[in-house]
């Protein structure tokens, strides 16, 4: 996400655009230039087109494919938004987009419909430009370039329909089996079965890939392995934390460190208590965290001169005690942070830990089994 900027919003929802995106687009556009073959008796690819014209159509077919994606995640998210459930953002990625929702449902009937919303809105795409097509194509002819274009962008959105209902994380196919197996055994079993079946899906992509020397398979398959193993581990984390609140595992009335102390003190502190962080409070005031990063930033022959306010992060990332402690994993993860400083009534009253949550997710991974 670091590498995304937003082009706009649609229905409220931000829009990003992954700087991979800006990659595939020309790669995009210079493949369906060079393909021209017949499908179901129709010219497919922009290859017969004469230059500079199919150039110019490979580009726009190459802009609105990703466009066609864009409405795709929109379909899940108008699904989610209905439940209730918060839309961050949508990201067109490098091979295709995400929509990053605050949550997943549990409910196996609600994740079925968000999961077919984003493949059926890519259908009926694919089927309004077929129609489109055999109305216009016969006024100027099946070889012109706009009827090649309605042609080619409805047969990859049927495409796009079916390949993610493969049932395959991260595909719509991988969260509709899960949704089918969550009706009858618990959800991180479900997960489980989804996952393993959406890596034998993977492996074989990636063996086809390396067997017909086919890049593009073989990253999809490692791809589609990576997203099976991350859905598994986030249910995972996620179904051990129910229940658990942070103020069930934060440590307590956490040692502080003032903005004054020389970060040599610092060092000093560190050695004896092993703690690789600390909050730096003035008075009763959260004023910022330091760590030992910042520490190692100064070189050694400064630290007796250099303050703690001086190195410190003031952007200061907190949480409530009565929070879930699901929400302070995905707080950590979201900002590549360690720890979270626990505020009450703008108190400091505990701080919990990346350690902290692994140390509970060991101790209830067997939870939803």
Not at 157 to 164: C, T, V, W
Not at 179 to 202: D, E, H, L, Q, S
Not at 305 to 315: D, G, L, N, Y
Not at 318 to 337: G, R, W
Request: charged residues 20%; proline residues 5%.
């Amino acid at each position: 996400m670091n590498f995304a900027f937003q082009i706009g919003r649609i229905a409220g929802i931000p829009v990003r655009l992954h700087l991979t995106f800006l990659l595939i687009i020309p790669w995009v556009a210079y493949i369906f230039g060079q393909v021209s073959e017949p499908v179901f008796g129709k010219l497919y690819g922009f290859g017969a087109v004469p230059e500079p014209t199919k150039w110019v159509y490979s580009l726009a077919f190459a802009i609105l494919l990703f466009a066609c994606v864009g409405l795709h995640e929109l379909g899940h998210s108008f699904i989610a938004r209905r439940y209730g459930i918060a839309i961050r953002s949508i990201t067109l990625y490098l091979f295709g987009g995400v929509a990053s929702m605050e949550e997943i449902p549990r409910d196996p009937r609600m994740e079925l419909q968000m999961a077919v919303a984003g493949p059926l809105v890519s259908g009926l795409l694919g089927l309004i430009l077929i129609v489109l097509y055999t109305q216009i194509a016969p006024l100027i002819g099946v070889e012109h370039p706009f009827s090649i274009f309605l042609w080619t962008l409805g047969v990859i959105n049927l495409i796009l329909m079916g390949f993610n209902l493969l049932p395959a994380f991260p595909m719509d196919g991988g969260r509709v089996l899960r949704a089918w197996f969550a009706t009858w055994m618990p959800y991180v079993t479900a997960t489980r079965r989804a996952a393993a079946i959406g890596k034998i899906f993977a492996f074989m992509m990636t063996m086809l890939g390396l067997f017909s020397l086919n890049i593009l398979v073989l990253i999809v398959g490692l791809f589609i392995y990576m997203g099976a193993s991350e859905e598994e581990r986030i249910t995972t984390i996620d179904v051990s934390l129910e229940g658990i609140r942070v103020k069930n595992i934060m440590s307590s009335d956490p040692r502080t460190v003032g903005s004054e102390m020389t970060l040599r003190q610092l060092m000093d502190i560190m050695f004896q208590e092993k703690h690789r962080g600390y909050p730096v409070v003035d008075g009763s005031v959260l004023t910022g965290i330091v760590t030992i990063t910042d520490l190692l930033r100064v070189p050694e022959d400064q630290r007796e001169s250099t303050t703690v306010e001086q190195v410190m992060t003031r952007k200061i990332y907190v949480i409530e005690p009565e929070d879930e402690a699901s929400a302070a994993m995905k707080k950590m993860t979201a900002q590549s942070i360690r720890r979270l400083p626990v505020l009450k009534d703008n108190r400091l009253v505990g701080i919990i830990s990346r350690e902290d949550l692994v140390r509970a997710i060991e101790l209830c991974s067997e939870r939803g089994t």
